[in-house]
């Protein structure tokens, strides 16, 4: 099967003169349109490992495998390529900029990228506001939505680039639990409509129990790794 991102060694060390080990050999393969979670204590480099598999973060050994292609020696701008055609994040605290409306936050990726809008990317953006439930709120500000709606708006915006995986850090992590559940069927509908790849990191049991595989994290290291 193809893997949309392979782990290969992973490790992690902060610091210089006192160092921390925070994630030690980790391999790890994602197939095409799998949805994982992965599951762990507080401090134990879930976060840390998925900013490494984002190459928000580099590894101090090892290397990431995006699409068949090694990150090892990418530059800079050669790897912000890759992770903005490739890869969409979501996380807790949404990271929407607050003085632009909801549909002006979903293209933002799209304006880093092209530096200008299209008629097709307006109307992408217009289903993907259908699609996340959000036509009638799509002129307004962050400050104006409900923490569901802001989700669904950060997981339009991680959707508008059409990538092959999105990472999820917390991505229900401080909504109650009805909206929870809607969060995490948009993302399955997108998982199963789109074969989208998703990992996401979770605190919730119920969701994680959902998900295709369950990878726990303890001390920087794969405790266990379940496929359902
Ligand atoms: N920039 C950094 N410099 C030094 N240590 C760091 C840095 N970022 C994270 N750490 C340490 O690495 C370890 C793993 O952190 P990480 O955020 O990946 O854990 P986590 O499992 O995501 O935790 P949580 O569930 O609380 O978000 C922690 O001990 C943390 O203190």
């Known amino acids: 099967m193809d893997n949309v991102i392979s782990i290969k060694n992973i490790n992690k060390v902060y610091g210089n003169e006192i160092k921390t080990h925070v994630l030690h050999d980790i391999n790890l393969d994602f197939a095409k349109g799998s949805f994982s979670s992965i599951i ?3 401090g134990s480099g879930k976060s ?14 090892g290397d990431i495998i ?3 292609k090694s990150t090892k020696n990418m530059s800079k701008n050669t790897l912000a390529e890759l992770r903005n055609d490739t890869i969409g994040f979501i996380f807790q605290f949404h990271h929407l900029l607050p003085e632009f409306t909801a549909l002006e936050n979903i293209l933002m990726p799209y ?7 299209s008629k097709e990317i307006s109307e992408r953006a217009e289903e993907l506001l259908n699609l996340v439930g959000l036509w009638n709120v799509k002129n307004n ?10 989700q669904r708006t950060s997981i339009a915006r991680a959707l508008i680039n059409n990538p092959s995986i999105i990472l999820a850090d917390e991505p229900t992590g401080n909504l109650d639990s009805e909206t929870t559940e809607n969060i995490y069927e948009l993302m399955r509908s997108i998982n199963e409509n789109f074969k989208t790849t998703f990992v996401v990191i979770t605190h919730d049991n119920r969701i994680a ?19 359902k």
């Open 48 to 61: 840390t490992l998925l900013n490494i598999m984002g190459t928000l973060d580099s590894p101090s050994s």
């Open 66 to 68: 995006i699409n068949g």
């Open 40 to 42: 762990g204590q507080s």
């Open 209 to 227: 129990q959902k998900t295709d595989r369950i990878i726990q994290i303890g001390d920087g290291k794969v405790l266990s790794d379940t496929l």
């Open 111 to 117: 304006y880093i990228k092209n530096h200008k809008k």
């Open 141 to 150: 500000k962050p400050m104006n939505m409900s923490g569901g709606q802001q």
